[in-house]
Every structure is written in C-alpha cells, then in structure tokens.
C-alpha cells in the first residue's frame, strides 16, 4: 500500500517538474533569439545545465516529499482498514479516534460514528431477541420454528419433550417430528404462505394438539402446539352427560304425552282440557329439545358418519322447497328458488336436507307480513353457496357473531313462543363444517336476512375429513 500511494504521489510531482523545465527551455530560446550576440554557446549550455540541475533538485525534494506524504496517507488507511477487520469480525466495541478536516479524517469519523450506532442498535436487537426466547420459553405451549427448507431454525423449551427425535437446529424437520398431519400443514404453509389449522393426534402417545402455523418473512414457518387433551376430555364428557340425559328423558317424554293426550280424549270438562293442553305443548316442547340435544351430540361427535356422494345442487333446492312448500302456503307464504346452477356437490343428501329445515323452519318464523321466501346457490370462492333469504324485519348487528351458539337467542320471549329450542343454528353449523364448509349469515334492519353456507363442489373437492 505505501509503494502504491508513493508512486501516486510520485507521478504528479514528476510531471510538474517536467512542465516547469520544458517551460524554462522554452523561455531561454525566446531569449537566445531575442538576444543574438550577447549570449553565447557556452553559455546557452551552463544557464540549460544549471536549468536540468534545478529540475533534478525538485525532482528529488518531491520524491521525498510524496514519500512523506505517502507514509502519512498509509499509516491512517491502514488504521481505517485494520478498524473494518474488527468490525467485521463482529468486534463492534471497535473504536477509530480521527480528528481533521481532509477527506480521510472525515472519513474515519464517519465511520466511527456509524460503528458506534451500529453497537447500540445491536444491542437493542439482542435485547429484543432474549427477551423474546425468554417469553417463547416460559411459554406453556410448545413453538417450533422452520426454514424454507423445512430445517428446525428455532424451538422453545415446551417443545423438546414433544420430539419424536434429536431436536436442534439445522436438522430436517421429519427427524424431529413425526407426525404426519403437523409435516402435511407444513408444507402447505411453506407453499401456499398461508395461516393453516389441525389437531394433531400422534405427536404425544395419549394427548391431543392443535396446531397453528404461520408464514415467516424470510420464507420459513412458525407453528405453535396447544395440549387441548383437557380441553376435549371435558368437552366429551359434556357431549356424553347431554346425550345420555337427553336420551333418557325420552321414555318418560313419551309416557307423558301419551297419557296427556289420552286424557284429553276422554275428559269432556273444558278446564280440564285447557290444563292438559299446556302439558301436552310443554312436553312436546321437551322433547323437541331433547331431539335436538341429541341430533347435536351426535353430530358434534362424529358419531353419525356422513354418507357423501356426487349431489346435484338442483335436487337438494327442490328437496327442500318440496319439503315446506305446503306449510308456506299455510302461512301465506310461497318459496321460490331463485338461482339452481347445475353443479354437484359432494354431500350427505339428508344431512343437507336437514341443514335446509332448520334454516327454512327458522326463516318462516321470523317472515311474517312478507310474501316469500327464497333459495338459491351460487359458485363462490370455489365452493357453492347455499342460502335462505327471508323479507322480514332483519336482525340487530351486534347479534350476528353469536347466532349459530347453541341456545342463543335474539328474541327470546319470541322464540319460546314459536316453540323453538335455540339449537337448529348450532346443528347447521356442526353439519356444515363436517361437510368442509362455512356458514354466515347477512341481514339489514328492516330488509331481511340471508343465512348461508357453503360446501365445495365435486370438481375441486379432492378429499373430505370428518372429525371422528
């Protein structure tokens, strides 16, 4: 580097000598010609020899000179690059003290200025991140991280019980997990870049997970596992207590309306039979409910498998608007089917159908003072949807998100009055969603509502799970 900077300097000094002697020859001939006679040959030599030794003196003092300066120039670049290596290396304490005003002592300071915030921004990054594991650590639910490449890049202390192998970074994901539907999630998060959902039955012997997984920015994957083991207990144990209660109110259910009613057959007092008529309908009541409670159980169970086959959408609307056209008429109302696309779907024929009576059963008790009721389906979102709109005095906004709860109820003063059970929602849904759909409603004060759902069609269906 010194050599190199020498001869920078060198080259510039040297031609500036060269100019300055070719200038001074060049004056000398204009005085030799303006001046013949008065100097002569002798002379002209010693005033060009006296102009060469002077031109060699000023090469030499700047050869030193550039040798100086050379020294100087490389002893700081050196101080600059040897500060570089330190920081590269990952010494960021690294200090480059340079005071001045040339372009090399700016240059320095520049750079000390930026390694001393580059420091405190790493810091502050390696705070962030150990606080960041320290909170991932302490958490209960397991978090593992993946590269693109599907290689463990990061896990949390939850998570190294629940690997089926040697769990550290770098090793491919199958090694260390071996669970088929958290690898399949996987792969279809890294592909798709997409949030993607599943329960996880064999990555602890005995214990049940659901699993969220998530796109990274760098294209990799985080997935974070939570024991719902308790979770499910309970919830079976919940589904088991109602069907088993609902199952045995049925024979005294079934006693008691029989009896009521063979009563009121043979009774002629009239206040007798207005008493056993509110028997009569409060334990048909029951027993609806208790219907309902056990269709619930079942579905929510998995219990009653779905029989799915090739449906077309046409036959399922004209099902339904067979099933209640007559108690429509009843009320003054009619059902159209206002849009019938000829597309199949893969469907439990009756599972829909029943889908159809709540939400046509549901739609003509809340339809009164309109005049119809419609049906219809339409192709959205690669699926069909299926709805039932009916022109009545809509719903109030904030009872939308609650509806398909089970015993939810926007009027229940009404409701209990209609005879209803507050379970017909919560049916469809758990019916749909077996079905690897969704369901919604829409509704508009004074307009009406459309209660939908939507199941996909047998084109782009490739495979249908029913939670067992």
């Keep these: 580097m010194r050599k190199r900077l020498f001869l920078k300097l060198l080259i510039p000094i040297v031609a500036v000598v060269a100019v300055f002697t070719v200038a001074l020859e060049i004056m000398v001939r204009r005085i030799e010609i303006s001046h013949i006679g008065e100097l002569d040959r002798n002379s002209h030599y010693a005033l060009t020899k006296d102009l060469f030794e002077a031109a060699g003196v000023g090469l030499a003092v700047g050869c030193v000179i550039a040798l100086i300066g050379a020294e100087s120039v490389s002893r700081r670049l050196q101080k600059i690059v040897a500060f570089t290596e330190l920081i590269e290396s990952g010494d960021l304490s690294a200090r480059l003290p340079e005071s001045g005003s040339d372009e090399i002592s700016v240059l320095a300071m520049s750079l000390d200025k930026t390694a001393r915030q580059v420091e405190t921004n790493f810091r502050k990054l390696e705070d962030s991140r150990e606080q960041l594991e320290t909170l991932l650590n302490s958490m209960y639910d397991a978090v593992i991280a993946v590269s693109p490449r599907q290689e463990v890049a990061w896990f949390n202390g939850a998570m190294k019980p629940l690997a089926a192998g040697k769990l550290a970074f770098g090793t491919p994901l199958i090694r260390s997990v071996r669970d088929p539907d958290l690898l399949r999630v996987v792969a279809e998060v890294l592909e798709k870049r997409t949030v993607k959902s599943a329960t996880l039955y064999s990555v602890a012997p005995g214990r049940i997970f659901g699993m969220t997984s998530a796109p990274l920015p760098d294209g990799g994957a985080v997935c974070v596992l939570r024991d719902s083991t308790e979770i499910a207990r309970v919830e079976r144990t919940r589904r088991d207590f109602i069907a088993n209660v609902s199952h045995e109110l049925r024979t005294p259910l079934t006693s008691l309306l029989g009896y009521t009613e ?25 027993s609806r409910l208790t219907e309902d409670l056990l269709t619930l159980a079942r579905v929510e169970s ?26 429509a008429k009843g009320r003054g109302l009619t059902i159209e089917i206002t849009e019938s696309p000829d597309i199949m779907v893969v469907a439990d024929r009756d599972a829909i159908h029943q889908v159809f009576t709540n939400l046509i059963d549901n739609a003509l008790k809340y339809a009164s003072g309109t005049k119809k009721i419609e049906l219809g389906a339409t192709d959205r979102f690669d699926k069909l949807e299926f709805y039932v709109r009916d022109f009545g005095q809509g719903i109030p906004s904030e009872h939308l998100p609650r509806l398909f709860e089970r015993f939810y109820r926007v009027d229940k003063a009404r409701s209990r009055e209609a005879g209803g059970t507050g379970l017909g929602l919560a049916i469809v849904k758990h019916i749909v969603l077996n079905h690897g759909g969704q369901v919604g409603v829409t509704s508009e004060l004074g307009h009406g509502s459309v209660f939908w759902f939507r199941i996909p069609m047998a084109e782009v269906r490739s495979e249908i799970t029913v939670p067992g």
């Design 262 to 286: 063979t009563l009121m057959d043979e009774t002629p007092d009239p206040h007798a039979r207005e008493f056993l008529e509110i028997i009569r309908r409060n334990a048909q009541r029951m």
């Design 302 to 327: 998995g219990e009653e498998r779905l029989q799915l086959t090739p449906v077309s959408a046409g036959d399922l609307l004209r099902d339904a608007e067979a099933s209640f056209s007559e108690v």
